[in-house]
């Protein structure tokens, strides 16, 4: 299945790219199994956002996600930090 991520502000700083496409395994169907499976086969970034993980949102096709919800072949995989304001 081919997902499209999408890394904003630090995140992207921290990937160097703004966007990513890939190709996983039906197994991976969560934006939290799938960073663990990046975060073990790329390491580098991947592991920094993985240990990062409680203080970043994501997002799945432009809506607020939970890391436990369901990824579809297609999905947009949108990586954020918390949006702050003053």
Excluded: Y
């Excluded at 999408?6 to 703004?18: D, P, Y």
């Amino acid at each position: 299945m081919k997902i499209n991520i999408l890394f904003f502000a630090g995140i992207r700083e921290m990937f160097g790219i703004h966007e990513k496409c890939i190709e996983i395994k039906e197994s991976k169907t969560s934006p939290e199994k799938l960073l663990k499976f990046l975060s073990e086969k790329e390491q580098g970034s991947w592991v920094e956002l993985l240990n990062s993980k409680d203080s970043i949102r994501v997002a799945i096709n432009q809506e607020i996600s939970n890391w436990g919800d369901s990824l579809k072949d297609g999905d947009e995989l949108a990586f954020f930090p918390p949006i702050t304001g003053g």
